[in-house]
């Protein structure tokens, strides 16, 4: 049973850089099958997508966050990584990796709650 | 960009059906999906390409979707289905989700 588990700093400081791991177990990322999703959720907030990793490397990120957001897969980890850079207390939220499967997630982490803040 | 509106809060009885909506511009020829979503846990599908449960998922919940609208049906609500309920949708590999719906069961 794939498990995804994200980690990373809890605290980082305006105008830095978010970074966060998703590890995932039981699967790989490599696989042609999937494709790997972050999301987020700012408090008393929904959901918002972040981004998308396929495996052929190809990447797709919400318009929104785009210039200042970088997806990466480490296939020795077996990882997926998250960059948001230039944060403000905006990006504080519970920050999620997720399993996509055609139109869906079926597979979530547990989720990791950042906070921006000096 | 691609918007899916649901309404804020829906209330239900006991035993009763509930009924969550997700409207956006001809979602009806996407598919969409649900999750459900308590606080401090992490999202769960419920249903995916429209109407199909993954396993696990008790068939009070059903899933449709026709023109501009995904509709959720919790039949015979339970206290435990109370949850935040996100619709989603996917689209040229961009993903969008609804704002979500409070459902209260009282």
């Known amino acids: 049973q794939v498990q995804l588990q994200e980690s990373g700093p809890g605290l980082v400081k305006p105008s830095g850089t978010l970074s966060l791991s998703c590890t995932v177990s039981?699967?790989?990322?490599?696989?042609?099958?999937?494709?790997w999703v972050w999301i987020r959720q700012p408090p008393g907030r929904g959901l918002e997508w972040i981004g998308s990793?396929?495996?052929?490397?190809?990447?797709y990120y919400n318009p929104s966050l785009k210039s200042r957001v970088t997806i990466s897969r480490d296939t020795p980890g077996n990882q997926v990584s998250v960059k948001l850079s230039s944060v403000t207390a905006a990006d504080t939220a519970v920050y999620f990796c997720?399993?996509?499967?055609?139109?869906?997630?079926?597979?979530w982490g547990r989720g990791t709650l950042v906070t921006v803040s000096s | 960009s691609y918007e899916l509106t649901q309404p804020p809060s829906v209330s239900v009885s006991p035993g009763q059906t509930a009924t969550l909506s997700c409207s956006g511009d001809?979602?009806?020829?996407?598919?969409a999906a649900w999750y459900q979503k308590k606080p401090g846990q992490s999202p769960v599908l419920i249903i995916h390409?429209?109407?199909k449960r993954p396993s696990g998922i008790p068939e009070r919940f059903s899933g449709s979707n026709s023109g501009n609208t995904a509709t959720l049906t919790i039949s015979g609500t339970q206290a435990m289905d109370e949850a935040d309920y996100y619709c989603?949708?996917?689209?040229?590999?961009?993903?969008?989700f609804g704002g979500g719906t409070k459902l209260t069961v009282l």
């Open positions: 997720a399993r996509g499967y055609g139109s869906y997630l079926d597979k």
């Open positions: 039981g699967g790989s990322v490599s696989t042609t099958t999937y494709y």
């Open positions: 990793i396929y495996d052929s490397e190809s990447t």
């Open positions: 001809n979602l009806g020829n996407k598919y």
């Open positions: 390409q429209d109407t």
């Open positions: 989603q949708a996917w689209d040229n590999s961009n993903i969008f």
